[in-house]
């Protein structure tokens, strides 16, 4: 049954989609919010870092870079403007990039992994209705599995339903768990220096212990979220994994890679 909070977006959705028509966030076309053409043109610009903080070592693989227009546009769109209808776009968008891959570093998301998404304070899940962070995990999960689904539906209420069932299985999936749960709602990490970004996650999140005591084995640990910039969240995440999986490897994998300067002014990410 739907939320009071989930009726008022679709309406809102169906008011605004009526009016504007939903168009390309690259080229403007009208059909999607990323065309078929932009899509095909889009490619991997895969970059490795690793992040080295407290003796925890993270290596991030980021498919593309926040400097690509349709990257910035869609990621603004889905996480900031709040669109879950460009949900299926973003699976896409991740699974033609994820496939681009060099054979080399695809291997590492495919050979006894799990997946772990970035959680969301309740408060922000319930407020955005989704996590950007999962919706990517599934996207690669689904590649890596060789289940790809193309469909791209925008209506609201059906994507609410899969939500729904999906967060309800999450815990018990072999290779997609909640294994973090975000403690402390903390506040934006858009224009904040590098030192005021780690501050800002001390303690952010701990272990879902309901998760953790069925995980078997698994050799990587692979977390996932929409954009690394000093690599904050991702290790704090790592670092509290790493202080219960002493003996997994864990690494991580964003859909973009975004300089410390980049900031949101006026709603835009610059």
Same mark, same amino acid.
């Given at each position: ?107 590492? %998301? ?94 952010? %999140? ?5 998760? %953790? ?58």
């Amino acid at each position: 049954m739907p939320t009071l909070l989930e009726k008022t977006r679709t309406l809102f959705t169906n008011v605004v989609n009526t009016i504007l028509p939903i168009a390309c966030v690259s080229c403007g076309t009208i059909g999607d919010y990323v065309c078929e053409y932009c899509l095909e043109n889009l490619h991997a610009k895969s970059r490795i870092q690793t992040l080295l903080v407290n003796m925890i070592e993270l290596p991030v693989l980021s498919l593309q870079t926040i400097h690509t227009k349709l990257i910035r546009e869609i990621i603004h769109l889905y996480k900031y403007d709040c669109v879950i209808q460009a949900s299926g776009t973003i699976k896409r968008i991740v699974q033609k990039l994820y496939t681009e891959l060099p054979n080399e570093e695809k291997k590492a %998301f495919t050979e006894n992994v799990i997946f772990v998404p970035i959680p969301l304070h309740t408060s922000r899940l319930k407020w955005r209705g989704y996590n950007q962070s999962r919706t990517i995990a599934q996207a690669l999960l689904e590649e890596s599995d060789g289940k790809i689904n193309t469909n791209n539906t925008h209506d609201v209420s059906q994507y609410h339903a899969k939500l729904k069932v999906d967060e309800s299985k999450l815990a018990n999936n072999n290779r997609l768990i909640r294994l973090l749960n975000r403690s402390l709602k903390t506040k934006t990490q858009v224009g904040k220096t590098q030192h005021d970004r780690h501050e800002n996650l001390k303690n952010a %999140f701990t272990l879902n212990f309901d998760a %953790f005591k069925g995980l078997k084995g698994a050799k990587t640990i692979v977390l996932v979220d929409d954009v690394v910039t000093t690599g904050s969240t991702l290790i704090e995440a790592a670092t509290i994994l790493k202080h219960r999986l002493p003996y997994s490897r864990i690494i991580a994998i964003t859909l973009a890679q975004a300089p410390l300067n980049y900031t949101a002014k006026n709603g835009i990410l610059l």
